[in-house]
């Protein structure tokens, strides 16, 4: 099993930045991503990252302003959100997946997923 724990969720102003943390415990995993849920509506893709390589992948809603990365030996993976805006108010929630591979494994998928934490808040206002 992998528990999750997310963090640095919060309250900030539009154009403003925070950075979130998903600390893993467990058993190794593969790729690990971030996914948000905005009231009334379905869970979406963030950004992903493969654990052991330098590949990454980011929602277009984001690109350009969110930055996925991780620190292999605390087992924690980052998501720096900068310029934020109205839109970006959701929970977001850290998943891993634990045996994919790059050529087999769409991590912009929901169902790719193994294992979520519990969700953070961040809420943008206008």
């Known amino acids: 099993q992998v528990q999750l724990v997310e963090s640095g969720g919060g309250l900030v102003q539009s154009g403003g930045s925070l950075r979130l943390s998903c600390v893993a415990s467990?058993?190794?995993?593969?790729?690990m991503g971030w996914f948000r849920q905005a009231p009334g509506k379905e869970r979406e893709f963030v950004a992903a990252v493969w654990w052991f390589g330098i590949s990454t992948y980011y929602a277009d809603t984001v690109k350009g302003r969110f930055t996925i990365s991780q620190d292999n030996a605390k087992k924690t993976a980052y998501l720096q959100m900068n310029a934020l805006k109205p839109e970006d108010t959701a929970v977001y929630y850290c998943?891993?997946?634990?045996?994919?591979?790059?050529?087999?494994?769409?991590?912009?998928?929901?169902?790719?997923?193994?294992?979520w934490g519990q969700g953070t808040q961040v809420t943008v206002s206008s």
């Open positions: 467990g058993r190794t995993f593969s790729g």
């Open positions: 998943g891993v997946n634990l045996s994919g591979g790059r050529s087999t494994t769409n991590l912009a998928r929901r169902s790719s997923y193994d294992y």
